[in-house]
Structures are given as structure tokens and as C-alpha cells.
């Protein structure tokens, strides 16, 4: 890896880019237990489609995906990596840990997903917190609304969603 002009690091030209074969293999990974995991489902029909289907489909959309990695990072082709901001990282995780929490402790989808919508802007370097967190919940709303009276899908209810 040599750093460009611009800070990014990119694979020297025609040498092949080990970390794009990690990410091939991860990848490779994920497909495979989503394709053991899609097996383990029991079958609820008798003809047609079943619950295993989708998981399958979308396994095989990540080999490939996998193969396509794999043969560009063999090729050296790899776009160059930019560099990571820990601070927005960690607000995306933090806004992660936020909607489980919420959500493991009551607090419903809306709350939880409007603190997810409110912390991965802040990493995305917005600083409108108030407007974010008007906008979050008034999209927040509108989905859950949506899974909840269209498609009638539970999502976890709070006590936002109980006065809806």
C-alpha cells in the first residue's frame, strides 16, 4: 500500500490487495451462513416458495459480489481505500447501541430509530440536532405507521406507538 496526494491508500499497480481478499472471504463467509441458516428453516409449504427463499437469493447476490472482490483484488483493481473518521464510527455505533437499547428496554421503534437517524447524521457532520430529531421522528412515524396499518407488520411498540 503506498498513500496518494490525496492521503487514500491505494495497492501498488498490478500487485494484488490483500485486504480486498479479506473482505472476498468475509464475504464468502456471510454468504454461506446465510445459505446453512436459509437450511435450517422448516418448510412451511407445499409447493411453491418458502421462508428460505429470500436468504437464499441474497447469498447469492453476496458471492457474487465475493467472486467480483476476489478477482479485482487479485487484479490489483481495487479502488483506493479512504481514510476512517473514529469519531463518526462511534456515533454510529453509539446510535447502534441506542436502538437496541430503546428497544430492549420499551422504548418503542420510533424513539429508537429516530436516535439512530439522529446520531448517524451527526457523523455524517450535520449539526441541526433539533432538526434532526423533528425530521427522524416525523420519518420514524410515518414508517412505522406504514409496516404497522398497510402491511400489518408489528414492529416494537413504545409508548409513542401506543398513542397511534
Known sequence: ?????????????????????????????VALVLVYDANQIPATTMYGMGPQVMPVVIAIGLGILALANLIDAVRGNLPPRESSDPVAVLLILVGLALLIGIICFGGGFILATTALFVTTSAAFGRRAFVTDLVIGAALTTLIYLAFDRLLTLSLPAGPLERLL
Do not use: N, Q, R
Open 1 to 29: 500500500m503506498t498513500p496518494d496526494s490525496a492521503g487514500t491508500e491505494t495497492p501498488a499497480s498490478g500487485s494484488v490487495d490483500k485486504a480486498g481478499i479479506v473482505i472476498a472471504a468475509l464475504l464468502a463467509a
